[in-house]
């Protein structure tokens, strides 16, 4: 496969991930947080990225152990920024809970 195909099926992989962290943070974050008392409120674009970022990264992580010779997958979770950005997705999403309120 040449590389530009790799990098369009990864743009899509990124939208359809993106697609799905949108239902799962309106459908289910929303209803955990106000059984929890806590406000879904602010800028709750912020959330949606966290729950995309992490479904995205649970996603790679199964691709390398299935095709461990996948040059882009690789790349990817060599990545310091990636996995920077997976750290801070899972403090956007899981902040709420420890101190009660959606601070964003």
């Excluded at 799905?20 to 106000?34: A, C, K, P, Q």
């Amino acid at each position: 496969m040449s590389i530009w195909k790799a990098y369009a099926v990864t743009l899509l992989e990124i939208v359809i991930f993106l697609f799905i962290g949108f239902i799962l943070t309106e459908n289910v974050l929303r209803v955990v947080y106000g059984n929890l008392g806590i406000r879904f409120n602010g800028n709750v674009w912020v959330n949606w990225f966290g729950v995309s970022y992490i479904l995205f990264v649970t996603y790679t992580i199964v691709r390398i152990v299935i095709s461990k010779n996948n040059f882009l997958i690789k790349e990817r979770t060599r990545s310091i920024l990636f996995w920077l950005l997976f750290l801070g997705s899972i403090v956007v999403v899981f902040i709420p809970f420890i101190i009660g309120r959606n601070p964003f």
